[in-house]
């Protein structure tokens, strides 16, 4: 599981984070990015030449093992995030077509996961519902309320309500299909994502008609 939250999660965040640090690099930084690119792409390309067979025979403990493929991975998130950069330089409306595919993605894990558990959604799709609107609205509640005890302001105490009360469907749902369990402990994933999506909204409208009074303090005073 730990691998699959790996390549579902810190993999994506990192080539993300190094695509982002490109647009703003230094002509060093961008050089010792281009260096460590050639260098994991030779070895990502070395791997299924038999490299990665070499590895395995010289390699006997299996945490040491885990540790390369996770190295693995790590290159693979530098490639694809040098590749995408120059890919969105060139093509400068890929940033902004990304958020589509991205949601594509979610509708399709979605759809599949409800056709694959579809008795079982039968069976307790209701309970399943009533749990995720008591999980969400629990997260919107402590994660405002709690920040706000501990002394956060009003903005801050939104954002982390947000982080609380929204979950990574996506990755639930790909931890779900990679047990072979996508019909059933995929299911709590396929419901949850659509009411996350509608009650976030609702909220995010109900606060943004109301906004914090220091912020209309500091619009009046500009």
Do not use: C
Request: glycine letters at 8%; zero cysteines.
């Amino acid at each position: 599981m730990m691998m699959e939250i790996i390549k579902i999660v810190i993999v994506p965040i990192f080539a993300a984070l190094l695509h982002d640090y490109l647009k703003s690099a230094s002509a060093k930084g961008k050089e010792t990015v281009k260096v460590l690119f050639v260098i994991a792409a030779i070895w990502l390309i070395a791997l299924p030449l038999g490299w990665w067979n070499v590895i395995e025979s010289n390699i006997q403990s299996a945490k040491l093992l885990q540790s390369m493929e996770i190295l693995n991975f790590l290159l693979g998130a530098i490639v694809v995030g040098a590749v995408y950069h120059l890919l969105a330089t060139k093509y400068k409306k890929l940033d902004s077509i990304m958020p589509y595919i991205s949601m594509f993605g979610i509708i399709y894990f979605t759809t599949v996961t409800t056709a694959a558990g579809r008795e079982n959604l039968m069976k307790v799709g209701f309970l399943l519902f009533i749990a995720s609107v008591i999980h969400n609205a629990a997260g919107y509640f402590f994660g405002y309320w709690l920040s706000r005890l501990f002394k956060l302001d009003k903005n801050s105490a939104r954002t982390v309500a947000f982080e609380v009360g929204l979950q990574n469907g996506g990755m639930a749902s790909g931890l779900a299909g990679a047990m072979g369990k996508l019909g059933t402990v995929g299911l709590p994933a396929a419901v949850f994502s659509p009411w996350m999506n509608i009650s976030g909204s609702i909220l995010a409208n109900y606060w943004r008609k109301r906004p914090v009074d220091d912020d209309k303090k500091n619009i009046e005073g500009k």
